[in-house]
């Protein structure tokens, strides 16, 4: 990695699969006349490497099922990986205990996409605040930690006031900005958030977008910031990865990604931003459907579904490499296909 | 010149054990052959309401309160049930965000198509077949013949929403209410299905309301828009003008709040606070509490719906000139 | 707290429901009646020396025979009925909640520890589970109670019947408990909010007992006042089969017994009033079980 050194948090390779074969039984199939034991593995996330820098906002985009929430749960920890290896300031964290694990917790924190399952229903917001502090400072007083609840809260724009209520009484947008609140109790630096305006209005949406951005100019913060809609991407990004059925198709700077998107699949994705007031329908058109991640395609993993697809593409695997500086793609024909509405490719570049 | 459809000052009211709610307040709107719809609004604003009120399909404690749904001069609130029936699946159709809860997962998706057309046309079995195939065939589904024999999980998503569509179809409806057709479905996906129903609509001369939260996709869709806040329409106009010069502080609100409206980075404008909940809609205009251009008389009285600037736009506010 | 219960849904429902007040006045006055049964009952029906073996099979009190003194008439013991069936009362109704006590203390950690745990530990406590469901209780009551009765003697057994019919009971349907709350503990535990409490470091005890469990609970209420009715029926069936509580010490099953061997020489009212009371506690208790299923059912609300 080019980065490894000075990067908050590489990703070597990561693999992770789950096996959905459920029990004994359900693994048992007649194949002709014998019994055989078959097992069904998802396939969720291939071999991953990303490093993220400290400060900035890395995007991963993509279709549901690419793996995505899988990945950004694997990286804090909530699944372990099957290959590869996580590495946060240089410290291999995948492997860890519980207990060997706490001191990066500290550290890494989670933001989720449902307002309504985030957040227990049966506490009250001071309870859900004041829980993550207490369990890492265990020398704080009561008058401590409520005074953190109560700053926290200010600074996410709910009114402490309403510490005693329970997350019911509140709106969705009111309610993410608690699960924020949480997350920033414990003084991290890095976030993953999942999807975290997905399930918000448009009005709510901006609100809760401007307050991450904030809270990360007022505290430095890191963001892996999970999502599928591209305009969010594209407003709150330093880079952008984008995730094609549990691999990387292409990490770039984010003004770059979109003035110019090497892969064709993220050409794809771009292309069927829907723009306001742009009456037009000259979206890309995939062929085909999206393969389950439980038996992946031979070859490029996108080659069914590309426009642009040879031969080679079927039998080989493209390597997920440089393109420009700072660009990475995993396409044979990187930078080289395209569709002529990329002012960055000089007009319709077909092999 | 008569509409397609012309809904006048519907009302539709929940009977609630506090006392009653306002749900739908005073919506009128028409809507011509082969013309395209958008109502747009955030969640609670009472667009999937509407769009059921219009084939009178609201279940208690909702009723209708007042108003009329004139469709090709027939007016539906009135009308018995059984006739409803024949109109419903028929000559309006409905298609709802989550195809599976459309679909039934038991049947095959043939055996769905063919009862629904069965339901309103005499045809045998194999007329009703040809039709369902032809139909298929018309919303894009590769070898429609096998897909016929198939049940509703062996499709994806996006393949899932288009035998819905196909569905809505098969009996040549004159109008179709597409509520959140796509806010399930993937980017890709959605701008197929997009493209198919905007297709659709031109080839069949058939109407469309598309009720959705996402501006972008209703302004590359629809000829007009009306936008609704708390139960009521704030604005409408056609769709180019209200993207471009929006004239209700909510709705400029809306696209201001876009996060492509501003340059990457910067802070989005935002609504203050959030849409009011059904039992405390504030008097006087429901937005004044989170608009920035209120004055006094916005506190005390309902702005009325009135045409301004050009015929064609409604707008809903106090302040003259906005 | 109070204003809270008194705004909240449960309540509101409570007041709409004329069975459900009803029925809840009623369990109220039974728990009442039984637990003071020692304080409002004219005689005490454990001391030896207060029953004349006169006085027995005499009539209710308006009954040509009866005397004032027995209002609902006496037992073949000479027992006054009235105080006899309070404190029979007492007795199913202190096995009833102890049983569903114990089943409940068993059943939620088992069910928690195989839900939120799952792979081969839930694998084997839900054999365990079906395995114990499949031995019918009245087998395992007549085995337990046998060897009992065989090891310790009567004598002891008369002292230690309560414990032994809870234990017993309580054994025999912990795995309903169990297979409920590992349901409901299933699908709490895929909510985000128990990955929060996991990207925090909660350990997985204080994510199962602090997040998980209090949110399984609502399963847990419902099914527990069907339970205890259930336990109170089946202390009945036990004391009637003569494997409950022995005649000295009897419950209202004990008693419908007692009754029953006399009741084709006339003497119906030893059987009768037990049967009533005992028909009446364990119908209230199912009729609000079914009222408390509608109001939790999560599907119509939530919160």
């Known amino acids: 990695m080019e980065n490894s050194q000075n990067s908050l948090l590489t990703l070597e390779n990561l693999d992770k699969h789950f096996d959905i074969s459920g029990g004994l039984l359900d693994q048992l199939a007649f194949e002709g006349l014998r019994l055989t034991r078959k097992r069904t593995i998802v396939r969720a996330v291939n071999g991953v490497s990303l490093d993220i820098l400290p400060g900035e906002t890395l995007s991963v985009v993509g279709e549901s099922g690419c793996g995505k929430s899988t990945l950004a749960r694997t990286i804090m920890g909530l699944y372990a990986p099957e290959n590869g290896a996580v590495y946060y300031r240089g410290a291999r964290i995948d492997r860890l205990t519980a207990r060997q694990m706490l001191p990066f917790r500290r550290k890494m924190q989670m933001i989720f996409q449902d307002p309504y399952a985030s957040l227990n229903p049966r506490k009250t917001v001071k309870a859900i605040l004041r829980e993550p502090v207490r369990f890492h400072n265990r020398t704080l007083t009561n008058g401590q930690v409520l005074e953190r609840v109560e700053a926290v809260m200010e600074q996410v724009g709910v009114d402490p006031k309403w510490a005693d209520r329970h997350p019911h009484e509140f709106s969705g947008g009111q309610r993410q900005r608690i699960s924020i609140a949480r997350a920033l109790m414990v003084d991290p630096e890095f976030i993953v958030a999942d999807e975290p305006v997905s399930a918000l209005d448009v009005s709510i949406q901006a609100q809760i977008l401007n307050l991450m951005m904030q809270a990360q100019a007022e505290r430095g913060l890191t963001y892996l910031f999970i999502t599928h809609d591209l305009s969010v991407v594209q407003h709150i990004s330093t880079r952008v990865a984008v995730m094609y059925l549990g691999h990387l198709c292409e990490v770039a700077p984010a003004a770059d990604l979109f003035a110019s998107p090497f892969h064709p699949y993220t050409q794809a994705l771009l292309s069927a931003i829907p723009k306001l007031g742009a009456r037009t329908s000259n979206h890309v058109k995939l062929k085909g459907e999206v393969p389950t991640p439980i038996d992946l395609p031979d070859g490029c993993i996108f080659h069914p579904r590309c426009i642009y697809a040879k031969a080679v593409c079927r039998k080989m695997v493209p390597k997920f490499r440089e393109i420009e500086p700072g660009r990475r793609a995993a396409c044979f024909f990187a930078g080289k296909v395209g569709i002529s509405w990329l002012p960055a490719q000089g007009g319709l570049k077909n092999l | 010149m008569s509409h397609l459809l012309e809904v006048k000052n519907l009302n539709v009211k929940f009977a609630l054990r506090f006392g009653e709610l306002t749900a739908i307040d005073g919506v009128s709107f028409t809507l011509d052959k082969g013309e395209k719809l958008g109502l747009v609004g955030e969640s609670g604003a009472g667009k999937s309401v509407t769009g059921f009120a219009i084939i009178n399909l609201i279940s208690k404690p909702g009723y209708i309160a007042d108003g009329q749904v004139l469709f090709d001069g027939q007016q539906l609130t009135t009308l018995d049930e059984d006739a409803l029936r024949r109109i419903r699946g028929d000559r309006i159709s409905m298609i709802f965000q989550d195809p599976m809860m459309t679909l039934n997962p038991v049947l095959t998706v043939g055996a769905q198509m063919i009862e629904t057309l069965k339901a309103h046309q005499r045809l045998t079995n194999r007329q009703a077949r040809e039709i369902a195939l032809e139909t298929l065939q018309k919303v894009r589904i590769p070898s429609p013949e096998k897909r016929l024999n198939q049940y509703p999980h062996e499709f994806s998503g996006g393949m899932r929403q288009r035998i819905v569509i196909a569905i809505a179809l098969i009996t040549n409806p004159a109008l179709i209410i597409a509520d959140e057709p796509t806010t399930a479905l993937d980017v890709t996906i959605q701008a197929e299905i997009m493209d198919l129903l905007q297709a659709l609509c031109a080839s069949e001369k058939m109407g469309l309301i598309l009720i959705t939260h996402d501006l972008g996709v209703v302004s590359q869709v629809t000829e007009k828009i009306a936008v609704m806040y708390a139960g009521k329409i704030v604005e409408s106009g056609p769709t180019v003008d209200i993207i471009t010069t929006p004239r209700h502080p909510y709705t400029q609100g809306l696209i201001n709040a876009l996060p492509g409206s501003r340059q990457p980075g910067e802070t989005l404008s935002q609504i203050p606070g959030m849409m009011p909940t059904l039992t405390d809609i504030p008097p006087g205009c429901a937005f004044h509490p989170r608009c920035n251009f209120k004055t006094l008389v916005c506190e005390m009285e309902v702005p009325l719906l009135m045409s301004r600037f050009d015929r064609a736009r409604s707008v809903a506010c106090h302040i003259k000139d906005n | ?303």
Do not use: C
């Open chain 3, 1 to 303: 707290m109070f204003r809270r219960f008194k705004d909240s849904y449960l309540f509101y429902s409570f007041k709409q429901d004329k069975t459900a007040i009803l029925s809840f006045a009623i369990l109220m006055l039974l728990l009442v009646l039984g637990s003071l049964a020692p304080v409002i009952a004219p005689f005490d029906p454990y001391d030896p020396n207060s029953i004349d073996i006169m006085n027995a099979e005499l009539p209710p009190a308006w009954a040509g025979e009866g005397e004032a003194q027995f209002w609902l008439g006496t037992d073949i013991q000479g027992r006054d009925l009235l105080s006899t069936i309070l404190y029979g009362l007492r007795l199913s109704i202190l096995i009833g909640l102890g049983a569903v006590g114990l089943q409940a203390l068993l059943g939620i950690l088992v069910g928690l520890a195989a839900g939120y745990l799952g792979g081969k530990t839930d694998a084997v406590l839900m054999r365990m589970a079906d395995i114990q469901l499949s031995f019918p209780y009245l087998m395992v009551a007549i085995f337990i109670s046998a060897i009992f009765q065989v090891v310790f003697g009567i004598g002891r057994y008369e002292q230690l019947a309560v414990p032994l019919l809870i234990v017993i009971i309580g054994l025999a349907e912990w795995p309903v408990y169990a297979r409920t709350v590992r349901a409901s503990v299933l699908g709490e535990k895929k909510k985000e909010y128990v990955e929060a409490a996991r990207v925090i470091g909660l350990n997985r005890r204080l994510i199962m007992f602090r997040h998980v469990l209090p949110n399984s609970l609502t399963a847990v209420m419902v099914i527990s006042t069907i339970q205890v009715a259930n336990a109170v029926m089946s202390e009945a069936a036990l004391s009637f089969l003569g494997l409950g509580m022995p005649i000295t010490k009897p419950s209202l099953g004990a008693l419908i017994k007692s009754g029953f061997e006399y009741i084709f020489s006339g003497s119906w009212w030893i059987t009768l009033f037990p049967g009533v009371l005992l028909v009446l506690l364990v119908l209230v208790i199912n009729l609000l079980g079914d009222w408390l299923r509608d109001v939790l059912n999560p599907k119509l609300y939530k919160g």
